[in-house]
């Protein structure tokens, strides 16, 4: 998806720049498979685009902030799966789950939706932003990614505070009662825990002084599943859910 969003011929018939709106793109999660993964490969090699994208992610982290879960009515998911062509529901006593898988994933692409008005309408005039402040280069926000390139949390890092505050797309629980524990991972270095973090709410962690220093632009964030007794854990055990750079 690279045409310009519909809208712009308001805005004197100028179009974004085209690293500016693949950025934008990136963050929303609407590239296809190829794309985005020429994007990411980007985000490695090209600090300037790499830039763009921590920029894109901190204007859409205040959207993330903004969903809160909703009870839905039977009936509207029923004419969500009419509409979509999908199978009739799972039986009753799978209702509850399903109707909440489908709360999200719809969540989810509204989100989006959303989002792109708002690149159209709102955002895209301001291309030329004005230097950021020192302040502001001590903070990033990026996107902890899950192996199917969807946001699985969302992370501001806060270097002279010392703090990520981590908020997350509400996903259901670990079948096997793990929990969701983060790691920073510094170039060359073995992971350090940061703690559990929450799987349906913000969270703020507050990263110990010892490991402050290791809050730059070359290290990453990762959480994998682990058994909550014992966290903060030495060394990770169970598999990766969702990793991202952080982009400083």
Same mark, same amino acid.
């Given at each position: 998806m690279s045409t310009p969003a519909d809208g712009l011929d308001d805005l @004197?018939?100028?179009?974004?720049? &085209?690293?500016d709106l693949l950025a *934008?793109?990136? /963050?929303? @999660?609407?590239?296809?498979?190829? &794309?985005?993964l020429a994007a990411? *490969?980007?985000? /490695?090699s090209d600090p300037a685009f790499a830039r763009l994208v921590s920029d894109w992610e901190h204007r859409f982290a205040l959207l993330a902030l903004e969903?809160?879960?909703?009870?839905?009515p039977s009936r509207v998911w029923t004419r969500v799966q009419e509409r979509l062509g999908w199978s009739?529901?799972?039986?009753?006593?799978d209702?509850?789950?399903?109707?909440?898988?489908?709360?999200?994933?719809?969540?989810?692409?509204?989100?989006?939706t959303a989002a792109l008005a708002?690149?159209?309408?709102?955002?895209?005039?301001?291309?030329s932003a004005p230097k950021q402040s020192e302040a502001q280069l001590a903070r990033a926000v990026t996107t902890l990614q899950r192996d199917d390139g969807t946001p699985g949390w969302l992370a501001t890092v806060d270097v002279r505070r010392g703090t990520v505050l981590m908020v997350p797309v509400p996903s259901t629980p670990d079948a096997k009662g793990r929990a969701a524990e983060l790691w920073l991972i510094p170039p060359g270095q073995a992971p350090r825990s940061l703690g559990a973090v929450s799987i349906t709410r913000a969270y703020t962690v507050e990263v110990p002084a010892t490991l402050r220093p290791d809050l730059t632009g070359n290290a990453v964030l990762a959480i994998t599943l682990e058994?909550?007794?014992?966290?903060?854990?030495?060394a990770p055990t169970g598999p990766i859910i969702a990793k991202g750079p952080i982009h400083l």
């Open positions: @004197g018939g100028q179009e974004p720049p &085209p690293d *934008a793109e990136y /963050v929303l @999660g609407v590239l296809d498979a190829a &794309p985005r990411q *490969a980007r985000i /490695v969903l809160r879960p909703a009870e839905v009739p529901a799972a039986p009753a006593a209702s509850g789950a399903s109707r909440s898988l489908y709360f999200w994933r719809l969540a989810a692409g509204l989100a989006a708002l690149l159209a309408v709102v955002l895209v005039p301001r291309w058994p909550a007794a014992g966290i903060p854990h030495a």
